[in-house]
T-cell receptor, first 113, second 113 residues
């Protein structure tokens, strides 16, 4: 199994631009999580999906952030417009609903200048 | 909701010594407590976990203990090696299994050769 796949791995963008991060969960996993990691705030849960349905998006910082999961094998996290304070590592993770262990992707390193 | 506190935030030990990282959780319904290791520039990876029906679990040089009454759990690394240097995160989760993990803020462990 290839694990959780994220793209892009690194992105540098200018303030105001739209950023789209992509995630392919492990096949057979039906729960997907988006986390953001910064030095100051650690690992923060942004949103999670069960069976492609958003369950809790209370961690999404602002309306500039949105996430979708159109099918079981793909999810996106979009930031529009981006701001320098959005610079962070964004991790996608997945798990089977009957298990507890979650598996992280390699992360998308976002820098907004 | 669940809140996980982790201490210390940084820890330096001499190679060969032991390291202990402690976490407390707030929700007595939490029943699964994993520990993740994150090396610089990489994803968090599960190293050991414990469930609420077990008081201690060991895997080679790594052990985790759980005190349900006090709502705290600890990671113990014996005979530390330079490759143990990383950030360690504790986490807690309550049933059902497809709810998100709540992470501590992390402990940066440095093993000095």
């Amino acid at each position: 199994d290839a694990g959780v796949i994220q793209s892009p791995r690194h992105e540098v963008t200018e303030m105001g631009q739209e950023v789209t991060l992509r995630c392919k969960p492990i096949s057979g996993h039906n729960s997907l999580f988006w986390y953001r990691q910064t030095m100051m705030r650690g690992l923060e849960l942004l949103i999670y999906f069960n069976n492609n349905v958003p369950i809790d998006d209370s961690g999404m910082p602002e309306d500039r952030f949105s996430a979708k999961m159109p099918n079981a094998s793909f999810s996106t996290l979009k930031i529009q417009p981006s701001e320098p304070r959005d610079s962070a590592v964004y991790f996608c993770a997945s798990t089977e609903s009957s298990r507890d262990t979650i598996y992280f992707g390699e992360g998308s390193w976002l820098t907004v200048v | 909701g669940e809140n996980v506190e982790q201490h210390p935030s940084t820890l330096s030990v001499q190679e060969g010594d032991s390291a202990v990282i402690k976490c407390t959780y707030s929700d007595s319904a939490s029943n699964y407590f994993p520990w993740y290791k994150q090396e610089l520039g990489k994803r968090p990876q599960l190293i050991i976990d414990i469930r609420s029906n077990v008081g201690e679990k060991k895997d080679q040089r790594i052990a985790v203990t759980l005190n349900k009454t006090a709502k705290h759990f600890s990671l113990h690394i014996t005979e530390t090696q330079p490759e143990d240097s990383a950030v360690y995160f504790c986490a807690a989760i309550k049933p059902p299994g497809n709810t998100p993990l709540v992470f501590g803020k992390g402990t940066r462990l440095s093993v000095i050769a």
